[in-house]
């Protein structure tokens, strides 16, 4: 069965702090994954897709990896403005519902 | 590029009435589009699917005359939630796929709020 799994569910860090989330699949034929951000109450704002393994791209503070069974997405000194939860979802076919993991909490004090 | 809009962001409707709920691609031709919901602190729960031109096709679980989604053109899709009950209360989410050149990428649109009374 595909399945998008995220992890931790819920990460609390200090402003600079800073680490990574973790998505791995098992998803047969893999076309793209997907980051998402999702703040409380809006739809999931697109952040990275990507294609193959060894694929990195990177945008402010965040970069995405991803190898043949996992990807990552890094936040590097994260400020409280990156507070939201971030999607993972993958796809195997154009024109298809994405595969959604449950998501990662993340939390930044200052 | 790539933006989608959803009218209205919330409505409110008494129990037993119906409620239309649009999903707009801004500036592109979307071939498919998908209707979600989710509740407070959970993931996202595919509802349907549409094309363009075609029939949806709703997930298992998913009550089809209860809601009707139509897709007459590449940049509308509707959900109507019809005779709405408080259980039907929920964030409504659509996402559309098609923006040239990324045909696996999809982009959402903001929500909607639905609260039935």
């Known amino acids: 069965e595909d399945q998008v799994t995220q992890s931790p569910e819920a990460l609390r860090l200090q402003e600079g702090e800073s680490s990574s989330l973790n998505c791995s699949y098992t998803?047969?034929?893999?076309?793209?994954l997907f980051w998402y951000r999702q703040d409380p109450g809006k739809g999931p704002e697109f952040l990275f897709t990507l294609y193959s393994a060894g694929e990195e791209k990177e945008k402010e503070r965040l970069k995405a990896t991803l190898t043949k069974k996992e990807s990552f997405l890094h936040i590097t000194a994260p400020k409280p403005e990156d507070s939201a939860t971030y999607l993972c979802?993958?796809?195997?076919?154009?024109?298809?519902?994405?595969?959604f993991g449950k998501g990662t909490t993340l939390s930044v004090s200052s | 590029g790539a933006v989608v809009s959803q009218h209205p962001s919330w409505v409110i409707c008494k129990s037993g009435t119906s409620v239309k709920i649009e999903c707009r691609s801004l500036?592109?031709?979307?071939?498919?589009m998908f209707w979600y919901r989710q509740f407070p602190k959970q993931s996202l729960m595919l509802m349907a699917t549409?094309?363009?031109?075609?029939?949806?096709?709703?997930e298992q679980g998913v009550e089809k005359d209860k809601f009707l989604i139509n897709h007459a053109s590449l940049t509308l899709s509707t959900l109507t939630v019809t005779s709405a009950h408080p259980e039907d209360s929920s964030f409504y989410i659509c996402?559309?796929?098609?923006?040239?050149?990324?045909?696996?990428?999809?982009?959402f649109g903001p929500g909607t709020r639905l609260t039935v009374t």
């Open positions: 996402s559309a796929t098609g923006l040239a050149g990324r045909a696996y990428e999809q982009y």
């Open positions: 549409s094309n363009e031109g075609s029939k949806a096709t709703y």
């Open positions: 979802a993958a796809t195997y076919q154009a024109g298809t519902a994405l595969i």
């Open positions: 500036d592109f031709q979307a071939t498919t």
């Open positions: 998803v047969s034929g893999l076309r793209g």
